[in-house]
């Protein structure tokens, strides 16, 4: 159990739904991030927040929009994705002075773009 | 850009055995990190092993351990003794050396394909 908790575990939508994915941790954690682990591909970072601000955008397209109200909940906001967007979804948090790399990763939102 | 392959999607071992996973890398720079990650089913990712670079002595954390060869960008991890819990899926994953200190950088990692390891009682 790393702190970090994702909801939902499994999402299935249309391509004209819209949808919110959710990461929550309550370690204190400053740093939190989004990639994306589609089948048979590497993990992709899609963006990354300091404090609520957001640092990093990795050219992921308009249809996926993150929020992050404050530095304990991060969300990505789905709105006509394609089928293509079907993956697994992982919340990642970082502790402040922590080593490079030492990642908590949530369980991950499994989602379904029908 | 930094590349790794991990050219193994899937491996199995039987109990108590040893296994290595495989991995290597393209980089252009001197220093950087090196990581191996698990990802048990329906579980999260957990850190299992991190290397420095600049440190020539493999890492090692109990049962797991790498073989790191920087000159010819290889980064394996060998599990001895292997466990029904160590079956998951293993991701091999690097990091530019840099950034301020525990600063969102380090959470910016480039990962490989993954590796499913099967356990066989």
Not at chain 1, 5 to 26: A, F
Not at chain 1, 72 to 98: I, K, M, R
Not at chain 2, 4 to 9: A, K, L
Request: some cysteine; charged content about 15%; aromatic content about 12%.
């Amino acid at each position: 159990e790393t702190g970090v908790t994702q909801t939902p575990r499994h999402l299935v939508m249309g391509m004209t739904n819209k949808k919110s994915l959710k990461c929550e941790q309550h370690l204190g954690h400053n740093a939190m991030y989004w990639y994306k682990q589609s089948a048979k591909k590497p993990l992709e970072l899609m963006f990354v927040y300091n404090f609520k601000e957001q640092t990093e955008n990795n050219s992921v397209p308009s249809r996926f929009s993150p929020e992050c109200p404050n530095s304990s909940h991060l969300f990505l906001h789905l709105h006509t994705l394609q089928p293509e967007d079907s993956a697994l979804y992982l919340c990642a948090s970082l502790p402040a002075g922590a080593p490079p790399g030492e990642l908590f990763f949530g369980e991950g939102s499994r989602l379904t773009v029908l | 850009a930094q590349t790794v392959t991990q050219s193994q999607p899937e491996m199995s071992v039987q109990e108590a055995e040893t296994v290595t996973l495989s991995c290597t890398y393209d980089t252009s720079e001197s220093d950087y990190y090196l990581f191996w990650y698990k990802q048990p089913p329906s579980r999260q990712m957990i850190l299992v092993i991190r290397q420095e670079a600049y440190k020539q002595q493999n890492a090692t954390e109990n049962r797991f351990s790498v073989n790191f060869q920087k000159a010819a960008k290889s980064f394996s991890l060998k599990i001895s003794d292997s466990q029904l819990g160590d079956a998951a899926m293993y991701f091999c994953a690097y990091r530019s050396a840099g950034g301020n200190a525990g600063g969102t950088s380090y959470g910016k990692l480039t990962f490989g394909q993954g590796t499913i390891l099967t356990v066989h009682p």
